[in-house]
């Protein structure tokens, strides 16, 4: 297991959560001389903002104590699944900056779990049920009255090994049957209510095709596949704590570390088997305002065109937020910003917001470029002046070194940095007044060109005298404004985006409105102006801070060298903190 930190994660402490405690005293006591982990999605969906909390959590650990970490898909739900999202899950954890040591399937132990499944029938530890859903949930009970035994609860062992093999042959149609283990109706955990490990299901799987026309329940297969793979520390989210007594439960019945016949098809097949019993530990999962991250909300945005697709740059998805220019190391600082705790919380949005502020400060190149231009003409230079001027590329690094920025007398500058009749306190340029322009000198507005009541150019002389390295460069004045040369200038689109939700909870349905009534209707905001030309070059995903407006990643779908297209990853300031009063 492999990662690439940078600075921002060299310079963070050492962790001290619950979790890595309990491992510190596990390999202290000898309980375990080496740890494993894994990070086990299904493949169902995208992966979004909560499961690089997760990711991070997992690989983290098993880089800070040198334990190799499996990626594996816990694919026992056909129906939901796609190849696609198989492929999009490995590159977000290799966009995060973690390599697993294997990757594996469950699918890849469905001959295990259905072995395991036998036994635990030839124990009289489960049998096979021919009650549908709706009888199920009659006599599950309720969360405070007792749930009452299935009437085929008591079949003989050699019914049962009967019916089950049948099952397994795809005698039986869909839902007709299920095997449930025997546990206790009358517990006061639900999930011990003699819950179902197998369901029929005759749908094509992704990577055993047709094999198999029952499938075994998250449940069942997520333990033993941990077991099956020596995890150490099972890490999952607080909504599994009352799961993990079935965990248990199916880790000890079924013994996988005493029954090593059960998992020869595996050792036959050349998969390395380090069986052991696993523990589960439950951390609290990271929740954010102003976005919703319930799959299935997500998957009807998308289907609906409510977003352009799953790597919407508006989209709490990882693709969605690689899209948009976050850094994968802004993702790990969240992490450990938000910390491992027992405790549910809502991190507000601008956390997030600030951590990738702090990662594309340090390392994002500076240039110019103006969104909403309006023409500035220096009327006391000729028309044929032409010069390069030295820039910074990082006011705070000179390792950036510097670059040559093309100067004329026609430049863009941003139409908000001119006002006709300015409100008090505005310190930019107004008729008759003066600012610098950054890099170049002062310049006086000395007139402005109107296309009835729109201002269309504004005319300008430069004070030579206040020119670099000339006395009266230090001369003060108010403003300092941006600009880009018009002669040199490219042309980019700019996609000013913005947070995808107006409210902070939007999936809180009130007033009989929904999520989709909260969509933040200046999200995004699709521009073009021009950019000078070293910005105009780059490769797809190059992040840069565009000077006064605030930091930009070129797409990675659309952009080109010379076609550049640029989306706002963040805004230099927290501008939401003044709307909500604060």
Not at 257 to 278: C, I, S
Not at 352 to 364: F, P, Q
Request: hydrophobic share 35%.
């Amino acid at each position: 297991m492999t990662s690439t930190p940078n600075a921002i994660d060299a310079a963070l402490p050492e962790k001290n959560d619950f979790i890595r405690q309990i491992i510190r005293d596990d390999l202290a006591t000898g309980r375990h001389a080496a740890i494993r982990t894994r990070f086990p999605p299904e493949p169902n969906g995208y992966l979004h903002i909560g499961h690089a909390k997760a990711i991070c959590l997992n690989f983290g650990i098993g880089r800070e104590f040198g334990g190799p970490v499996n990626l594996r898909f816990d694919d026992t739900n056909p129906a939901k699944e796609d190849p696609e999202y198989v492929e999009a899950i490995k590159e977000d954890v290799r966009w995060l900056g973690f390599e697993w040591a294997e990757l594996r399937h469950a699918s890849d132990y469905f001959e295990v779990f259905y072995l395991s499944a036998l036994k635990l029938i030839r124990d009289g530890k489960a049998f096979v049920c021919d009650l549908n859903a709706e009888q199920v949930r009659e006599y599950r009970g309720t969360l405070t009255e007792p749930g009452r035994n299935s009437p085929f609860r008591d079949r003989s062992v050699e019914e049962n090994v009967d019916l089950f093999t049948r099952m397994r042959a795809g005698e039986f149609p869909d839902g007709a049957r299920t095997l449930r283990v025997k546990i206790d109706m009358a517990s006061g955990n639900i999930n011990l209510r003699d819950p179902a490990i197998y369901r029929i299901k005759h749908v094509e799987h992704q990577n055993t095709g047709n094999a198999w026309p029952i499938y075994p329940m998250y449940d069942y297969a997520h333990c033993l596949s941990d077991a099956l793979e020596g995890i150490t520390h099972s890490l999952c989210t607080l909504e599994f704590e009352d799961h993990r007594p079935l965990y248990d439960w199916c880790v000890d019945h079924v013994d996988l570390v005493g029954h090593p016949e059960l998992y020869q098809p595996l050792v036959d097949a050349g998969f390395a088997v380090p069986a052991a019993k696993p523990r589960q530990i439950e951390f609290s999962r990271l929740n954010i305002n102003y976005t919703v991250m319930s799959k299935r909300k997500l998957l009807t945005m998308v289907e609906e065109g409510l977003v352009s697709g799953w790597d919407d740059p508006r989209m709490p998805t990882l693709q969605g937020l690689r899209r948009r220019g976050c850094p994968p190391a802004a993702l790990r600082l969240l992490a450990d910003r938000v910390g491992i705790s027992k405790q549910n919380s809502l991190i507000d949005f601008s956390v997030l917001e600030g951590c990738i502020r702090e990662v594309l400060d340090a390392a994002a190149p500076r240039r110019m470029a103006v969104v909403d231009p309006l023409k500035l003409v220096i009327t006391n230079l000729p028309d044929s002046h032409a010069e390069l001027l030295r820039f910074s590329n990082h006011p705070k690094d000179p390792a950036f070194g510097e670059r040559e920025v093309p100067f004329s007398p026609v430049l863009w500058i941003e139409r908000e940095d001119f006002m006709e009749v300015p409100p008090k306190g505005f310190h930019r340029l107004v008729p008759g007044g003066e600012v610098r322009l950054r890099g170049v000198g002062i310049v006086r507005c000395t007139d402005v060109v109107k296309d009835g009541d729109a201002v269309v150019e504004v005319h300008c002389t430069l004070d030579p005298d206040t020119r670099a390295g000339l006395p009266g460069a230090d001369r003060k004045v108010k403003g300092t404004i941006h600009w880009v040369a018009a002669a040199t200038a490219v042309e980019a689109e700019v996609r000013l985006y913005d947070r995808l939700f107006s409210v902070p909870d939007p999936d809180k349905d009130e007033a009989g409105k929904t999520y989709r009534d909260h969509l933040n209707p200046e999200s995004v905001r699709i521009v073009r102006g021009f950019v000078e030309p070293s910005a105009g070059t780059l490769a797809c995903e190059s992040s840069l801070q565009f000077e006064r407006l605030g930091f930009f990643t070129t797409d990675r779908r659309d952009h080109a060298p010379g076609k550049p297209v640029f989306n706002r990853t963040v805004t230099l300031r927290d501008n939401w903190a003044a709307k909500a009063g604060g």
